[in-house]
């Protein structure tokens, strides 16, 4: 079964290399480039373009096409990948895409261990709200990955913020 990992785009090169990683699964910033590592055939880099936008009608926001398009490309990986998600910071678009393709891989049930798992991984996650709702609605869980994702942020930093922009 594939494995997985979640970091930041600063921390890629190092994480690649520590986690003996065969792909890697980037959500970038529009305008945004990763220079993948060589050791990373270009294959086996999905990259998709759209912010850590929280509200659907904001432009950039993450749609339900990018929600298929990571679950489908991740439904086909060979069974010894070691796969490397990140997005900017680490914290908001990668951790949602990281439980929902652990939750894909072992179990939709499996929702306590796969929030440990992510917790474990990624301390600071604060999964973004509108990509879970996506991968909720996708997995068929019914809301409880969105609440299990609001549970994780709501002590994050990532999520007052988004709640509390400066004017």
């Keep these: 079964m594939p494995e997985f990992t979640v970091c930041a785009k600063s921390e890629v090169k ?3 290399k520590s ?3 065969t792909h890697i699964l980037s959500t970038l910033d529009r305008g945004d480039r990763l220079f993948r ?3 990373i055939h ?3 880099h999905l990259q998709l373009w759209f912010e850590d936008e929280e509200d659907p009608t904001r432009f950039g926001a993450p749609t339900l096409e ?3 398009i990571i679950l489908e490309w991740a439904r086909n990986l060979p069974i010894d990948s070691k796969v490397v998600v990140h997005c900017f910071a680490g914290a908001c678009r990668s ?3 990281g439980i929902a393709l652990w939750l894909q891989d072992n179990g939709t049930d499996r929702l306590d261990e796969a929030a440990a798992w992510l917790v474990a991984c990624r301390p600071r996650a604060c999964p973004n709200m509108l990509l879970a709702a996506h991968f909720d609605q996708l997995l068929g869980m019914n809301g409880q990955l969105i609440t299990k994702c609001d549970e ?3 002590n994050s930093i990532n999520r007052w913020w988004k709640l509390n922009p400066p004017d």
């Design 19 to 21: 986690f003996d990683a």
């Design 42 to 44: 270009p294959a086996n």
């Design 14 to 16: 190092k994480t690649v």
């Design 66 to 68: 990018h929600a298929q």
């Design 37 to 39: 590592p060589l050791k």
């Design 95 to 97: 951790t949602a895409i």
């Design 152 to 154: 994780i942020g709501e």
